[in-house]
């Protein structure tokens, strides 16, 4: 290959990289995300509201928000577990830094759970809403 080809292969590759980010970025941003106070005082006033900890067991175990229902997002099965939530329900996810929520709420999209609220910056923004 053409050392101009090449580099024009690379071009074209990195280009649309940047257009699936962007695109994933986008879906990911209709998901509103909410400060501690925020994300808590929203969940309370909303009927039907599921709090979903996308943590590890054993990060769950050392302290989760109280009424928290725990997902683990590592778990393998863990998209199958997602397809069996209620989509009539309202989600308020959260994880440890955000990270795990924010892919954990791509896929609930995916799956057609519109009513969505992920935790900004995840629990360690908010280390007060947790309970041992």
Known sequence: MKKSTRKSVLIGAG??????TLFALGNRGSVPLLSGDSFIAKYKSTPNAVL??????????????????????EDPSFEDNIKKLDPS???????????????????????????????QGGI?????LLQA
């Open 15 to 20: 280009v649309l990289a940047a257009i699936l």
């Open 52 to 73: 979903l900890d996308v943590r590890t067991p054993a990060e769950f175990d050392a302290g989760h928000i109280a009424s928290a229902v725990n997902i683990d997002f």
């Open 89 to 119: 329900k309202t989600y308020f996810v959260y994880c440890r830094s955000g990270n795990r929520s924010s892919k954990a709420v791509l896929i609930m999209r995916r799956d057609n759970d519109k009513n969505l609220y992920e935790l």
């Open 124 to 128: 360690i923004s908010a280390p007060s």
